[in-house]
């Protein structure tokens, strides 16, 4: 859920090299658009935004949560991740009818339990798996299930700023008579509630608890961020509700495949329901890859089963965060400009060493007095942001990804670096 | 979207087989449960629902819309339909970031445009493709792009009975403000509205027209069971909003992928903006796979490219639902106690001959006068079903899949024809 990268209203590509007339969606979505590859000429998977081919490329950086940072690990990893769909499989409604998630493939649910047990980042022994389209899905899900069918009012959803910018989206869009977002956890008064505990929080990286407690009150974990790559593995959650994703743990954003962990049967039942009518249940082809994809993170660390290799996801994924983070600092050193958030480590159990919190966003403040709103002013030197506004917080502050390619992530310093 | 076949409240197990608790949910979905393959054992990818070993078998038959009879047809054709996915292949949440659907993979667009060229059941010239989780995501998604954002009520929601059943149960489950069920469209009264034409209609196979006409009226084209193996094509369809789904057209359910054909841009970008909202796109994996089933199908009658071949699933699906039906009126006679609907023919522009209708659901009557619940009636003799009061119609009414795999047709068939 904490990966919603596409709600920028704020984005504006700025493209001399490419006239033409920008629709206000493509100027939303196209954060670098990829001249010439549109439509039905293509021959080919997609392969997401360009990469830049030098650092006087004028096209904007920092754009979006996409997690194109892995690739290159998965490039590197062979067939071992590789996934190959006969024609005939997988064309039933159904996967595994005495489950309660009935859509959900075994080998998912088994390669899920795996990798947590592998991580030592989740309990699982006890919990429901769901699969999701997306954690998103099973973020709506959620509401879903914690929501009284029977209330008069719809059920306050709640969050401690600066909260997911996606948060409040989704949960009014449709504006619902189950549940309605009603803004910061801090401010909020009464006892029923849906309280979202984002940790590592998006967008500022923070190690979060529930603030609100309550009888009537329920809480959602997002952890989708709750990786040895971003930060320490301090203990085994063991929450009522806790959410996953591919997209943030593997990087395979575009196989929108989330999971949710549920204590209560009752719970998941519903939160089944919901994926039941909003789209039948989740592509198998994707919970399949998943599980692949999965498997070999999990078979990286198999030491006792003696599949252990030299391809270690959470090792590639540290080493690239510790590396730019550290860019990131010197480049706003250097600037003078900018401040960040002050670094904070712990005792990871699953690296067995003391590690720090490398989250996968920066939450940037812009020092300067004259500058109110940090995105616009960071937006007129090409570097796109999501403003601290949208997240519930001050303009001052903005939201960047940390997990471009190495070229846009490049580029994105090097312009950081020479503003004053 | 005509599709959704798991809001079977009605359907119950009957196993004496297999005792145990069997609890609310598990006999909702449970059409006919596998036992031991639940779980983490599995080694393999899901197969579904479990074949019929002999007629003597005591599950019941007739669950759900599931359309299992197509794997014996992509088990044929071997190789053509089977897709490689590497490791590192479309990460990205993006896949044509100049599109008004950024999320959609080119060759998806591609094939789409490709098959309905081929088939000729519907105009792609000057629409927008969108991909989504199944067609009932884009089902929801038209709902949401159709509803004004500033009406002070809900828009009403409509359809001719006997309708869909899922067409209420996804628009209220969320009690949204935007959009709100208002039952048959045969007794709508007023201007502003969205119906839902489902043609031919599930459930039961009617080729249908809008009812209502105003200037404020919007209506949604389902176009699920528009294809030659259900009925003659008789006119490339051209209406502003049109819905498939590669379930019914290819019968790969599990994948669940469904896409609109869309004139209007600014419907089209809504549409899209709730599939963002509510899965940040639709997974990539599964937009490849139904790229490689749906070029498959064309390839099959690419006389002119020379790529034809004998593996036409067309002419698979039409001989199947030919004989089925056949098997289906015989029964019928046989036991005396049930109706059908007339057969109705038509030239079908695609076959160049003429060409009856043989629908996905049979829309059975139990005549006998004693009988008021035709779904227990049959429930009682191990015939599962939905009822026609889930679809606004009289409950000596009941829809029957078509679409099961042999063995359980056969023993249905056998089942009905012995009741008298």
Known sequence: ?????????????????????????????????????????????????????????????????????????????????????????????????????????PL????????????GNAAVDGYHVLVGTGSTQLFMAALYAL???????????????????????VTDFLRSGLFRWAGDANSFVGDSYIELVCSPNNPDGAIR?????SGAGKAVHDLAYYWPQYTPITRRADHDIMLFTVSKSTGHAGTRIGWALVKDREVARRMTKFVELNTIGVSKDSQLRAAKVLGAVSDGYDVGGGGASRHRLFDFGRRKMVERWRMLREAAAASGAFSLPAETSGQCNFANETAANNPAFAWLRCDREDVEDCAGFLRGHKILTRSGNQFGAD??????????????????ISRLASLK
């Open 108 to 119: 998912f649910d088994q390669q899920v339990r795996r990798l947590h047990r592998t991580v």
């Open 147 to 169: 929501s009284p069918a029977d209330a008069d009012q719809p059920t306050s959803v709640v969050s401690t700023a600066p909260y997911y910018s996606s948060y409040p989206a």
């Open 1 to 105: 859920v904490a990966a919603l990268p596409l709600l920028l209203h704020q984005y504006i590509v700025n493209q001399p090299h490419h006239p033409g007339v920008v629709s206000p969606d493509q100027q939303r979505h196209a954060c670098a658009p990829q001249p010439g590859t549109s439509g039905a000429a293509a021959r080919a998977p997609s392969t997401g935004k360009p990469s830049f081919t030098n650092a006087f490329d004028i096209r904007s950086v920092g754009c979006s949560g996409d997690p194109t940072m892995f690739e290159a690990f998965w490039r590197e990893t062979g067939d071992a991740a590789e996934l190959v769909i006969p024609g005939w499989q997988t064309m039933s409604y159904f996967s595994d009818v005495g489950n309660v998630c009935w859509f959900m493939e």
């Open 209 to 213: 608890d529930a603030v609100l407690s």
């Open 395 to 412: 303009p001052r502050y903005v939201r960047v990804s940390m997990l471009d390619r190495d070229d846009a992530y490049d580029i994105f």
